[in-house]
C-alpha cells in the first residue's frame, strides 16, 4: 500500500493503525466510512456490504464521489462535505 510508506512508523508500533487486507475489514465495529480519497477502488465500493458492515450506515464523502439520492436509496446516511443541504 502506497500510503502507509508515508505514515511515521511510530503510528505503526502503537497499534493505533490496523492494517487489514480487504478494505471491507476496515469497516468492522466502525460507526462510520470517512472517505477522504478519489482512489479508484473506492469510486464504486458495494454499499450492501457497507451498510451491512459499518454499526451505523454513515458515510462522510469528502470528496463528492456519491449521489446523496442512491445513499438514501440505499439506505445509508450520506454527507457530502462542501455540498450544503440539498
Not at 35 to 60: A, G, M, N, S
Amino acid at each position: 500500500e502506497p500510503a502507509l510508506e508515508s505514515l511515521p512508523k511510530t503510528w505503526l508500533d502503537t497499534g493505533l493503525v490496523t492494517i487489514v487486507d480487504d478494505s471491507y475489514d476496515a469497516l468492522e465495529t466502525c460507526d462510520a466510512l470517512i472517505l477522504v480519497t478519489e482512489w479508484k477502488q473506492f469510486r464504486r465500493p458495494d454499499f450492501d456490504k457497507i451498510k451491512q458492515t459499518l454499526t451505523l450506515p454513515l458515510i462522510f464523502d469528502g470528496r463528492n464521489q456519491y449521489e446523496p439520492e442512491k445513499m438514501s436509496e440505499l439506505g445509508i446516511t450520506h454527507i457530502g462535505i462542501g455540498r450544503g443541504n440539498q
